[in-house]
């Protein structure tokens, strides 16, 4: 199972800060939230993760989605973020 951390309204729309999903690709990660979570779609439907979207696999920034999900690899998932 590969641990997903969701942040902020990714959280919210989630339900969760934390789940487990069995995926074998950030992609893959990806459909299945759009696919449960439709609320996602405008954040990470396409084939390009949006610029604003930050995604962290074991720590370190991704931006390819076909990158491999292995067994207990940790994803974060950061949606935009602002200040003030």
């Given at each position: ?9 990714f959280?919210?729309?989630v ?7 069995n995926?074998k ?21 396409g ?38």
């Open positions: 199972m590969v641990k997903v951390k969701l942040f902020a309204n959280r919210e729309i339900g969760s800060k934390e789940i487990e999903v995926v690709s950030v992609k893959e990660l990806l459909d299945l939230l759009v696919k449960d979570h439709p609320k996602l779609k405008d954040h990470f439907s084939d390009k993760i949006k610029e604003y979207v930050h995604i962290m696999i074991n720590g370190k920034i991704v931006d390819d989605l076909n990158v491999g999900l292995k067994q207990n690899d940790v994803v974060a998932i950061f949606p935009p973020v602002s200040g003030g």
